[in-house]
């Protein structure tokens, strides 16, 4: 199959190796994230509050949800859209120069949280077809099991759970 540049692409292969979807350049950078800033599974990663750090999270995201954890990958492309999300709200809405991302999984859930120094709470908004910004807590609503926010004498956690299945 032809590549927008003319390229042949490689194909997407089905079947057992669907948790295999991840290229192998999206490992590498997902592995120098880790390198860099460390696992959000094991300690708290603290990320720069700069729109290019949301991608950040995404990779690490993505990465310890197939990688680590080995769960499927519409877990994953969910737990990624709402890390988006979460971590949007905190470079656009806390002025915070840093924020924390830390990932955390019991038996049959996962829980993603994102810590700020804001204690500016997050509002969900009705959301209307035309909107063209403000569906970032829409969607965490819409895809997670359950969400919200725990206020800390300095700052606050936003985050999210979703139940996963255990093997």
């Given at each position: 199959m032809a590549g927008l540049d003319g390229m042949d692409q490689p194909r997407q292969r089905g079947g057992a190796t669907a948790a295999r979807w991840v290229p192998?350049?999206?490992d590498?950078?997902?592995?120098?994230?880790?390198?860099?800033?460390g696992n959000p599974a094991e300690e708290d990663v603290r990320l720069p509050s700069r729109p290019e750090s949301a991608a950040v999270a995404r990779r690490l995201t993505q990465w310890v949800v197939l990688r680590q954890w080995a769960l499927g990958p519409q877990i994953a492309e969910h737990a990624v859209l709402l890390v988006s999300e979460l971590v949007g709200n905190a470079v656009r809405h806390?002025?915070?120069?840093?924020?924390?991302?830390?990932?955390?999984?019991?038996?049959?859930?996962?829980?993603?949280?994102?810590?700020?120094?804001?204690?500016?709470?997050?509002?969900?908004?009705?959301?209307?077809?035309?909107?063209?910004s403000g569906r970032g807590l829409f969607l965490v609503d819409k895809l997670s099991d359950r969400w919200g926010v725990d206020l800390a004498p300095r700052g606050k956690t936003t985050w999210f759970e979703m139940r996963v299945g255990d093997r």
């Amino acid at each position: 199959m032809a590549g927008l540049d003319g390229m042949d692409q490689p194909r997407q292969r089905g079947g057992a190796t669907a948790a295999r979807w991840v290229p192998a350049a999206e490992d590498g950078q997902a592995a120098e994230a880790l390198e860099l800033y460390g696992n959000p599974a094991e300690e708290d990663v603290r990320l720069p509050s700069r729109p290019e750090s949301a991608a950040v999270a995404r990779r690490l995201t993505q990465w310890v949800v197939l990688r680590q954890w080995a769960l499927g990958p519409q877990i994953a492309e969910h737990a990624v859209l709402l890390v988006s999300e979460l971590v949007g709200n905190a470079v656009r809405h806390t002025g915070a120069r840093v924020f924390a991302l830390r990932m955390l999984r019991r038996r049959g859930w996962i829980r993603i949280e994102v810590r700020d120094p804001s204690r500016g709470l997050p509002c969900l908004m009705p959301v209307h077809e035309l909107d063209t910004s403000g569906r970032g807590l829409f969607l965490v609503d819409k895809l997670s099991d359950r969400w919200g926010v725990d206020l800390a004498p300095r700052g606050k956690t936003t985050w999210f759970e979703m139940r996963v299945g255990d093997r």
